[in-house]
């Protein structure tokens, strides 16, 4: 069973970053759900009133009331995202962002005196102009194939993806309130040429809200070789034989396996917790069926909500972006704590699946990849249309759902390794050595073909290689820099295989001039050793630097 799904992402100070699973519904099934139904014309854009997640408030001027009664001619949208009380900033991309003058069709629920989009981006349909053709479509993330060619429902959702004529497709809402059930005379071709769409949303990046706009969200454990913990609820997913964790396992496993990034996720276990997951407690959560009702509703056959995913961050003024290691021309911000939910009757979804054991494992494999930071490579108005190599992405706007289970692509590795890539071996950490040379030549070859190599810079901006001095065995060394009888580094490179199965390495600098050293083992593997300008360099014993053949 193929259904669209949609996966968004929330912007705190730590500002949460949301994804949502969709599956699309028909429009019988939107207008049987939905108590109002309005076409109107947004005036004004507030901040959302109350306590709670931020949110933002969308006075709408009513030209017409298709289904239900709203008092007056102006109504209050409240739409999650925002700016709240005491800074906190949220954002759902993909939630599209509403502007002064959008006109737009709402299938709302009233709430306290506002009105709440159902079903989150599946119930805003924006005015859309095509030439002399004035058309209704949803956000275009919502594309593609709906669901499997033999659900009873297929011929209608196929249909559903493409653009509504305006004036048809509200007459048809109209009767259908009335009820008077007629075919859906409204649907329409995709026209050659860009729509006058609302503007599109940013996926995985800090919101226009930040003090930081725009930026890409990321964890900076992986650049200092730490993990990143993930704690599953025990009960484990109903509809899923055996519970789900496995698939929990083979998703982070599918995340892990590429060697040309940083990515160390680690299934920290079970716990009989229940988690919240639109708050910080220090633990990254997977939950099922919405222990708390944190999401709008429940799943059910006529299409809605899968899951959901909150990525926290930082975004005020005190928190400095941070240069992405190995792509430092790009600066992010660091995520704090990623937690995520499966809706209320997800298990009806992943049960009627052809292979629910893979339909959950995409499912969480894919909320895995947002909480690493990574969108949509295809399917939305950034991305554009999904081609051949981007239609197979484990990230892609709609799950597969066709037994491939949590398979990184390669769109997929290309993002991960963006976000983290695997640095240059002889690029030093930010801060530590300089990066206007490289050593190139080894003066050191110790025993088993480890070679040093040692540059260094002067105060005055003099470079230069470091020299061989005096032997002191087939496994240790001497450098200098400026005379012979100066020796600047001891350096030892021991075979400590035989105790912990790895090359040990001793450096014992005695200088304060910036340095970069390196080990290298003959192949790929390089150990290095950096000291800024002006600072005594201190002496460093690694026990783990090469493993052993």
């Known amino acids: 069973m193929q259904r669209v799904a949609l996966l968004l992402v929330l912007a ?5 970053a949301a994804a949502i699973v969709y599956v699309l519904p028909t429009d019988a099934s939107m207008v049987e759900r939905s108590p109002v139904i309005v076409f109107g014309e947004v005036r004004s854009v507030l901040p959302g009133a109350g306590a709670g997640l931020p949110s933002t408030d969308y006075a709408v001027e009513v030209e017409e009331v298709l289904k239900g009664f709203v008092p007056g001619g102006t109504i209050l949208v409240r739409q999650p995202g925002g700016v709240g009380p005491g800074g906190v ?9 509403l502007a002064e003058g959008d006109r737009v069709l ?62 048809r497709f509200r007459r048809w809402i109209g009767d259908r309130v009335a009820g008077v059930e007629r075919p859906s005379d409204y649907v329409e071709d995709w026209p050659d040429g860009p729509l006058g769409l609302a503007e599109p949303f940013r996926l995985l990046r800090s919101p226009g809200t930040c003090f930081h706009d725009g930026l890409p969200l990321r964890w900076r454990e992986f650049d200092r070789g730490e993990r990143i913990g993930v704690t599953v609820q025990a009960g484990g997913q109903p509809g899923v034989p055996g519970g789900g964790l496995s698939e929990v396992r083979t998703a982070i496993r599918a995340w892990n396996g590429d060697p040309e990034s940083r990515v160390n996720l680690v299934l920290d276990g079970t716990s009989n917790r229940e988690f919240l997951i639109d708050h910080v407690d220090g ?17 059910g056959d006529g299409g809605g909500v899968l899951a959901i995913t909150y990525t926290f961050f930082y975004c005020d003024r005190s928190t400095p972006p941070q240069s992405v290691p190995g792509n430092e021309a790009v600066e992010a911000l660091a995520i704090v704590e990623a937690n995520m939910t499966t809706q209320d009757g997800y298990q009806e979804w992943v049960s009627g699946t052809s292979n629910p054991r893979r339909s959950h494992e995409e499912i969480i494999g894919h909320e895995l990849g947002h909480a690493l930071g990574i969108g949509h490579p295809c399917g939305d108005r950034a991305s554009g249309p999904c081609d051949s190599v981007t239609d197979e992405a484990l990230m892609r706007a709609r799950v597969h759902a066709d037994g491939r289970g949590a398979a990184i692509d390669s769109d997929d590795r290309a993002a991960v390794r963006a976000l983290y890539p695997v640095p240059d071996p002889f690029d030093p950490p930010p801060g530590q050595g300089f990066t206007q040379c490289r050593p190139r030549t080894a003066p050191l070859v110790f025993e088993g073909g480890y070679q040093v190599r040692m540059c260094y810079e002067t105060p005055a901006g003099e470079v230069g290689d470091a020299k061989a001095g005096i032997w002191a065995s087939s496994e240790s ?5 400026f005379s012979r009888g100066n020796a600047e580094v001891l350096i030892k490179v021991l075979d400590g295989c035989r105790f912990n199965g790895h090359r040990w390495v001793f450096v014992a600098p005695v200088t304060d001039v910036a340095f970069n050293l390196y080990v290298t083992d003959g192949q790929d593997g390089v150990w290095s050793h950096h000291n800024r300008q ?11 630097a090469f493993r052993c053949e």
């Open 12 to 16: 705190l100070f730590a500002a949460p």
């Open 89 to 97: 900033a949220m954002r759902i991309l993909g939630l599209p962002t």
């Open 106 to 167: 709402l299938f709302l629920d009233p709430a306290d005196g506002v009105y709440r989009s159902v079903e989150y981006a599946l119930g805003l349909f924006f005015e859309a102009l095509a030439g002399d053709r004035v058309l209704l479509v949803r956000e275009p993330s919502l594309e593609g194939e709906v669901t499997a060619p033999d659900h009873p429902a297929a011929a209608e959702r196929t249909r559903s993806r493409q653009p509504r004529d305006a004036a």
């Open 283 to 299: 633990v990254n959560s997977i939950s099922y069926e919405d222990p708390f009702d944190e999401i709008d509703g429940s799943y």
């Open 477 to 481: 060394g001497l450098l200098w820099f």
């Open 534 to 544: 002006g600072e005594t360099a201190a002496a460093r014993n690694d026990t783990s």
